[in-house]
């Protein structure tokens, strides 16, 4: 659904430890999910996607998660850096309007030293 | 290879003066899209655009929001008569291939403040 402007949920991790953070999304017709990482005053960088016939994939440090049953998405990122502070978002990409993201609200990520 | 270029990267201006948001694609993108992002919140998509086409703008503002990406030059996204609630980052995306499974490389943004 659409955000309201509340406050950014906020994960705070200790360095080193592994970080998780969940997401939902909306639409059953979505194929192609995608999450983004946006430091301060930046625009948003790509980390890693997945397509709706997979349900694992697996990159640098990060991996995704899919579950099309409760259409819920994860990132989980191994040993968590102070590099990795930074608001994360999902995006999903519907098959009747492959162009358009739909973004979530967001999770802030904080890495403890 | 230059990335998604955008700017001004901050803009301020008075209420009921014009925006001029201005987006350069990566060198070989032909389809670019303008997202605005309120703070706290994530991006909402506003408009697509592949060169001279206005592809989709069902999220643009039905009034004094305007976007054109010509032959040649940036994208310009373009705000007639700023109001406070025009305040926002402004994103501009770039793609090679019309999206859906194409990663969209995404600017730095313009952070619009009207006063």
């Known amino acids: 659904g659409e955000s309201v402007g509340l406050h950014l949920p906020t994960l705070s991790v200790q360095e080193g430890d592994n970080s998780i953070i969940n997401c939902a999304y909306s639409n059953s017709a979505s194929d192609y999910f995608i999450w983004y990482k946006q430091e301060s005053g930046k625009g948003p960088q790509f980390i890693i996607d997945i397509r709706s016939n997979m349900d694992k994939r697996q990159g640098q440090r990060v991996t995704v998660l899919l579950n099309k049953t409760v259409k819920h998405l994860s990132l989980q990122i191994a040993a968590t850096q102070p590099g990795d502070s930074a608001v994360y978002f999902c995006a999903e990409n519907q098959a009747d309007s492959s162009y358009k993201l739909i973004f979530g609200s967001g999770t802030r990520l904080l890495v403890r030293p | 290879n230059a990335g998604v270029m955008q700017n001004p990267r901050h803009l301020v201006r008075r209420r009921g003066q014009e925006a001029r948001l201005r987006c350069s694609p990566m060198?070989?993108?032909?389809?670019v899209y303008w997202y605005r992002q309120l703070p706290e919140e994530g991006l909402k998509f506003m408009v697509y655009?592949?060169?001279?086409?206005?592809?989709?703008e069902s999220g643009m503002p039905k009034e004094r929001f305007s976007a054109e990406f010509p032959k040649e030059g940036p994208s310009i996204l373009r705000i007639q008569q700023v109001v406070r609630g025009d305040s926002a980052a402004y994103f501009c995306?770039?793609?090679?291939?019309?999206?859906?499974?194409?990663?969209?490389?995404f600017g730095q943004g313009t952070r619009l403040t009207v006063v």
């Open positions: 655009l592949q060169k001279e086409n206005i592809i989709d």
């Open positions: 060198k070989g993108h032909s389809h």
């Open positions: 995306a770039s793609s090679p291939t019309q999206g859906g499974n194409t990663e969209a490389f």
